[in-house]
């Protein structure tokens, strides 16, 4: 599972607790600190939870920084960190900082709960239907975007996407990893989901069968549709696949939630997802269905790829064919 569910002495309770860290993958240091925490809490996100009772920061400074650019940018990452946890309902209590020679930010999250609080990932049906709460394609992006400086890397790509178009990309990346999934945690009690995880390092498809696996009915999930920040499959394509974005194995960071739905409450999750009530951002697609298996995962052969537009180019997505709000 995405946490850890310990039932408590006191009776109906539980403590539901993740930890996780990564590296840097942006440039902007109070950006990677939200990301961070993003990250931290999409693993109670994924089992429905949405509010988080305590949350420590794990932070390596790197020694092979100097001190003014350690005294410039360790606040900004601590301070976006602390940030993303406000507008999650929680705080930053404490945590540990350590110095070696790489930069790693990351936390803890911690919340007691009664059971109806969160939703265990293992009640899908044959019938249901898989939702996404994210783009993919976001490691595309910020690959893209660091080989803007570097003239070998850049003339792969230049033939199939602009400078101006990375640079949207990356920013819509940026944003994506940076949004928390706290509305889509609540949707799935109000939509009535039956399992979900979080998209992140196994990509689409290795998280798709980590969660087809935990499943109590012998069911695949089948996978007919990739949602993917605009120009991303082009440049995947120009290198080859080599990030294995179209085979759902390129990792994600701080991605959507992959949800099972019922069929008849998937249409109005994505549609309600996108009230002007939750704020800016928020984005769901049908992308596959629930079916009688062996417990796996798969994508079709010649997937749908639904391009998502990032915001600063105008429209919010489109599609090689047509996009998929509501029905397979």
């Not at 602009?162 to 109000?190: C, D, G, I, P």
């Amino acid at each position: 599972m995405d946490s850890c569910v310990i039932p408590l002495r006191h009776r109906g309770l539980s403590l539901v607790q993740t930890t996780d860290f990564f590296y840097p993958s942006v440039e902007d240091p109070y950006m990677q600190g939200r990301i961070a925490c993003a990250n931290v809490l999409s693993d109670l996100y994924a089992m429905g939870i949405t509010e988080c009772d305590n949350m420590l920061m794990l932070l390596s400074v790197s020694q092979k920084m100097t001190e003014e650019e350690r005294e410039k940018v360790t606040p900004l990452m601590m301070k976006g960190f602390k940030d993303a946890a406000e507008e999650g309902g929680t705080s930053v209590t404490g945590g540990q900082t350590v110095v070696n020679p790489w930069i790693i930010i990351g936390g803890v999250a911690t919340v007691v709960c009664p059971s109806n609080e969160f939703i265990m990932p293992h009640n899908a049906v044959p019938g249901d239907v898989l939702v996404l709460t994210k783009p993919l394609g976001t490691q595309v992006a910020v690959n893209a975007h660091q080989w803007l400086d570097n003239p070998e890397r850049w003339n792969k790509i230049r033939l199939v996407v602009s400078k101006e178009e990375v640079e949207l990309a990356y920013q819509e990346a940026m944003f994506n990893m940076a949004t928390l999934n706290r509305t889509a945690a609540a949707l799935m009690h109000m939509f009535n989901a039956h399992a979900a995880t979080d998209i992140t390092g196994f990509g689409i498809l290795g998280h798709a069968q980590n969660l087809a696996q935990q499943q109590h009915c012998e069911v695949n999930f089948v996978i007919h549709n990739l949602p993917i920040i605009a120009k991303m499959a082009a440049i995947t394509k120009a290198c080859g696949n080599r990030f294995g974005l179209l085979h759902g194995t390129s990792p994600e960071t701080s991605g959507g939630l992959l949800i099972c739905l019922p069929r008849e409450q998937a249409a109005r999750f994505c549609a309600e997802i996108k009230s002007p009530k939750y704020g800016e951002g928020h984005q769901a697609w049908i992308i596959g269905i629930v079916e009688k298996g062996n417990r796996s995962a798969r994508i079709i052969e010649k997937p749908r790829i639904i391009e998502v537009t990032p915001r600063g180019a105008g429209t919010s997505e489109s599609s090689n064919t047509s996009s998929l709000d509501g029905t397979l």
